[in-house]
């Protein structure tokens, strides 16, 4: 069976970063589309970054564009949100999701990690 575990969030001031881990077990994490999501109160869930096994797909969205990385340590079967320049805009819930087949479509989720950026 695989899991997903996300780890990392906290709180931090506006300005600060923070690196989330989502560790896979169960299978190499190289079968599948990986990404982070995110969901604050009273909206909707968003899809925050995604990459493909190989890194050749990568999306961003707009807000977090140039101030977030996704990575992938396949020795650890482990995927990486490194966090820079946050924002309150950025407190969630984030979560990370994979799939074997769609960049956009995901069917394995983690249980979500709380991340809180104080003004």
């Known amino acids: 069976q695989v899991q997903l575990v996300e780890s990392g969030g906290g709180l931090v001031q506006a300005g600060g970063s923070l690196r989330l881990s989502c560790a896979v077990s169960?299978?190499?994490?190289?079968?599948?589309?990986m990404a982070w999501f995110r969901q604050a109160p009273g909206k909707e869930r968003e899809r925050v970054a995604a990459r493909s096994d190989d890194g050749v797909y990568t999306y961003y969205a707009d807000s977090v564009k140039g101030r977030f990385t996704i990575s992938v340590d396949n020795a650890k079967n482990t995927m990486y949100l490194q966090m820079n320049s946050l924002t309150p805009h950025d407190t969630a819930v984030y979560y990370c999701a994979a799939d074997p087949v769609s960049p956009s479509d995901y069917n394995l989720w983690g249980q979500g990690t709380q991340v809180t950026v104080s003004s």
């Open positions: 169960g299978r190499s994490i190289s079968y599948y589309f």
